[in-house]
Every structure is written in C-alpha cells, then in structure tokens.
C-alpha cells in the first residue's frame, strides 16, 4: 500500500521560504510521478510540481516558476519541495500525491497524502 506522509508546513512572512517533505512507502511501481498540489479556501485543488521517478524531469505551475524548486531523494523515498519568496496568494494546505500521469492534474494522481497548511503573512 502507498503512504505519503507531508510535513514542513508553517506560517511565514511574504518574501519569507519553507521547505516542505513528502515520505512515501509502497511503491512497487518502477516509474511514477510524485509531486504537490494545494488548495486554498473555496478555491479547486491546482497542480504545484510534479518530478518523474524515472529521468527526474520536473514539472511547475506558471504561478511558482522561478520561486518553488521540487527535488527528490530515492535513498529516503523523500520528495522535497523548495519555497521560496512565497506571497499570500501561495496560502493554502499543500497535498503529496503520486501516480503515474505526467501532469499538473489532481484527477492524474492515484494516491495523497494529508495535507500541510502553509500560511503566508503580507
């Protein structure tokens, strides 16, 4: 069975960064794609960044090109995701999921995590 277990969520002036973690179990898959997705308030759930287990490729949403870095460690099973000169419109609870689409797409995903809520203060 996969777990994904999401930590690193916290409050944070603007300008300010995080570092979110995704530990992940069960994969018995040898490709994958693993990546974040959040949600704010009466918002949908959007795409983040995804990377491919299989040639590392990484994937952003427009909103955090340049901002937001997303890196894997195979040895820990352990999906990180680099925040950086966050904004308050980046508030919102921060999912891990995986699944095998290489897309910005939550419908693509076949297993979360439980969220993390990231907060960022103006």
Known sequence: EVQLQASGGGLVQAGGSLRLSCAGSGFTYPDYVIGWFRQAPGKEREGVSVISSSDGSTYYADSVK?????????????????????????????????????????????????????????
């Open 66 to 122: 340049g901002r937001f870095a997303i890196s894997g460690d195979n040895a820990k099973s352990t999906v990180y995701l680099q925040m950086n000169n966050l904004k308050p419109e980046d508030t919102a609870v921060y999912y891990c999921a995986a699944g095998f689409d290489v897309a910005l797409i939550p419908d693509g995903m076949d297993y979360w995590g439980k969220g993390t809520q990231v907060t960022v203060s103006s």
